[in-house]
């Protein structure tokens, strides 16, 4: 089973994680650009940290055989802090870039006039850079919250079939497919989706335009859930086919939207004495 | 699916004169490719003045891999900073606005670009990286030529440390001939790797036969009189036997 993580942040996982997961089939990976959990105060830590997706993770997948991309953004959350807010200023000159093949992760965290600012800013700024973007829907107040998305997309430049809505669940589903946008549903030990409710989706709204992510990263979560819905998809009757599609192919087709993405890598010895990653500080 | 460039290909750029990169990367790239180099060289050869808020060929330097493909990335950027005439503040700057490929060209294109020691800290940051493809783009010719002798060593050491085949150090039988200081490096660290039972790389006695005073055997040419090898520490080091079984370049 060949698998495409659409949304996981490896910048949090350990090398044990990258070899799991190449273990499981993953074989490509896109990360989102994020909230790091401890808030940020300066656009130049956003910037180290582009530079990292940028330079050392894809360095550090390569190490594992998978192939790495990201998606540049402001997120939602750090928009509301007006010390934040000038990196968007610097993210045309990242967007350029040959391995960002989407704005992201956008949208609404509080859904305050900031957020409205920051996500219209920077829907225009995939619409620039012929990119998609990856817009994720809030925790809190999560169907007014996608309302309030799908309609700032509508005005936004880029049409929905450049947009994919992540983080969507039972409630959410309908809505966000009859706008024509992408479906992205992450799947976590204990919040967002778990893989029976996932598998209940895929049946009840097919597989067309659907990307599942483990959106694995510093809290509590999983690398190889994406995996874990492909088994469960085969043994609840879905094709191998249905899985590839969902798990591969349908990610493949949204970032490769951006003509960027370049799945080639050359597969590594991970357990490689002189390895650089296992070498640490060396 | 094509192969990553090999680490020769990702050297050879800093070791070609950029008239025969030109000439062979036009007969190996796809039309639409070679179009779009030809422009992008022109954008960069005819830029001149002030830019806002960059001058339009750093864009052609960043995209140069979806329009040429990963493969020829490395010299197509090298001729285009060649084109640009790129000084030290564009190349400082594109090298810290680069992403790690980025970075690696313009490690390639110093060789080419640079005649003086000017460009030694861009040089020195890609080698506090842990990238092996950074590292492997930093120890070409610019720093054969331009390293202090400390760095320089150092530098050789981190190869060794991270599994970059030591074939990538430029001129290294020049600059390791005699150097009495790198043979005590090298001896202390496969002395730490066989203390710790771990197997002493097989690069390593490479290098440390050629920090012989006398021209050691395997880099010279043959009309050179062969002279019989001085009493050197590589006999005197634990663990010879013992030979990095896994020394399997990476190739990225
Ligand atoms: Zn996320």
Redesign the pocket.
Known sequence: MRIFDP?I?MTSRTTDDYEAMHAAGVRAVVE?A?WLGQPRTSPASFLDYFDSLLGWEPFRAAQYGIAHHCTLALNPKEANDPRCVPVLDELPRYLVKDQVVAVG?IGYDSMTPAEDIALATQLQLAADHALPALV?TPHRDKLAGLRRTLDVVRESALPPERVLI??LNEPTVKEAKTSGCWLGF?VYPDTKMDEKRMVAILRAHGPERVLVNS?A?WGRSDPLKTRRVGDLMLAEGFTEDDADRVLWRNPVEFYGLSGRLNLDVTVTEATHEGNSVLRGGG | MTSSPTPEDGTRPAHTPPDELHASLDSRLAPAARTWLAEALDTAATCSGPHEPYPAWEVRLAEAGRRCGSAHADAVRVLILRAARADMAALTRVYHHGTADERRAVLHALPHLVAGPEAVPLVEDALRTNDTRLLTAAVGPYAARCLSAHTWRHAVLKCLFTAVPVDSVADLARRARGDTELARMLGDYATERAAAGRPVPEDLYRVLALTEPEPASEPEPASEPASEPARHPVADLPGKESRCASSTPTSI
């Open positions: 949304h942040h989102p994020f992760e994720h992540d983080h992450s959106a990263d």
